[in-house]
């Protein structure tokens, strides 16, 4: 509560009135990697006082002896985590109060974004050895579920998804495309696996497995690059008792997501998103773009239907939930333009507002049939 408040934002108090939230904005940046080192690139990002991030611009060796100082320019966010941030440190910062709230029948939501092997993937699903933000999420949920319940009425469900080239497929149960379907609590994949989870070693399987499934494609010699975005949603659905003794059915949706490689598709004007449109560039990309503009300016309109990633995502932009975004970027001088363009991006993505509406209640997702769940459950375990 009170780091929102505290975001520096003199409107703060009166947005609270009215129910609205900004979307809170973090910057990671990685360590440089061993082939940046060896390319002898020189670091142009530095994290000051945990918060801000000062970008250098100064164009040689020469112009900085000249200077004596480093020229460059300072953004503000909520926080930032320098190359020696822990993944624990990242999680507890950005997303564990969105935790909480989805105990309280809230939404949540979570997204990386950044240029290829800025380490967006690290962030959100990082190694067996280094958890990230999804399963530290999960960690922490199972934990606090444990803390608050001793009569087992938490369910928690998983779906993991990729949206690639405009294709929505499931990562648990590849196979067919999914056709995405409105139904009251919004749109929805039909026929996505929805497993029920009940420990965090079982879902850190799950999501690596999840994440070899995604579709990556060669682009330069000796890299690949992610064209994909994936996206995992854990719905935490219980009962909880009103005054009346009354029997209440309450749910909450935290999504994270691992967006595609924003090179060259981060814009943040609408010319530059339609001259954009015409190269080969991710289609969701720009429609979330294009969102978070028509959000920025308060349009009336936001344009969801433009792109699968946008129709899934409706609630967790402009809707009733809370959202972080976590920038990742490279410290080295090589990716400057990739970095600039981001921190650009993150710094206006500050601007936006979304308006939580009170917890989710009696809208429990009503599951096809009991059989259908269990038999994709154990399809799913056969295949495992
Ligand atoms: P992206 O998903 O943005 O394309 P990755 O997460 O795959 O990028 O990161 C690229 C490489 O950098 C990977 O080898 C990853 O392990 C490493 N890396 C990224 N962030 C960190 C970090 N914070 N600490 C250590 N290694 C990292
Ligand atoms: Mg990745």
Not at 134 to 148: G, N, P
Not at 166 to 178: A, I, K, M
């Amino acid at each position: 509560k009170q780091k929102r408040a505290a975001a520096g934002d003199p409107k703060s108090p009166s947005l609270k009135e009215e129910n609205e939230s900004r979307i809170l904005v973090f910057v990671r940046v990685r360590p440089l990697a061993k082939n940046e080192t060896e390319a002898g690139s020189r670091c142009c990002v530095r994290v000051v006082d945990r918060r801000d991030v000062f970008l250098t611009e100064f164009a040689s060796e020469k112009d900085y002896l000249r200077l004596k100082r480093l020229r460059g320019r300072h953004f503000a966010f909520d926080a930032s985590f320098p190359d020696s941030a822990t993944q624990q440190e990242v999680y507890s910062t950005t997303t564990s109060e969105l935790v909480e709230a989805v105990l309280q029948g809230r939404n949540g939501s979570v997204f990386c974004y950044g240029a290829t092997g800025a380490g967006k993937t690290y962030t959100m699903l990082g190694t067996v050895e280094s958890p990230g933000v999804m399963v530290l999420a999960i960690k922490d949920l199972f934990s606090k579920i444990r803390m608050r319940s001793c009569d087992g009425n938490h369910a928690v469900h998983l779906s993991y998804l990729e949206v690639y080239n405009e294709t929505v497929r499931d990562l648990l149960s590849p196979g067919r495309p999914l056709v995405l379907r409105e139904d009251k609590q919004g749109t929805v994949a039909a026929g996505l696996t929805q497993y029920r989870a009940y420990s965090t070693e079982e879902v850190m399987i799950l999501l690596q497995q999840g994440n070899h499934n995604r579709t990556t494609e060669p682009t330069r010699a000796n890299e690949t690059s992610s064209r994909s975005h994936a996206i995992l949603q854990v719905v935490v659905e219980y009962r909880v008792k009103d005054a009346g003794m009354n029997i209440i059915n309450k749910m909450g949706k935290l999504s994270l997501i691992d967006l595609a490689g924003s090179e060259r598709a981060l814009a943040t004007d609408q010319r530059t998103i339609r001259s954009l449109e015409g190269a080969n560039i991710n289609r969701s990309l720009l429609a979330l773009s294009s969102c978070i503009n028509a959000l920025v300016e308060g349009k009336k309109h936001i344009p969801y239907r433009n792109s699968k990633l946008t129709q899934l995502l409706k609630d967790s932009l402009g809707g009733t939930c809370n959202t972080v975004m976590i920038a990742n970027i490279s410290p080295s001088n090589l990716s400057f333009g990739e970095t600039q363009n981001t921190l650009h991006w993150a710094d206006r993505a500050k601007e936006i507002r979304t308006k939580v509406t009170n917890a989710n209640e009696d809208i429990l997702p009503v599951p096809e049939t009991e059989t259908d769940q269990s038999k994709l459950v154990l399809k799913l375990q056969k295949e495992n």
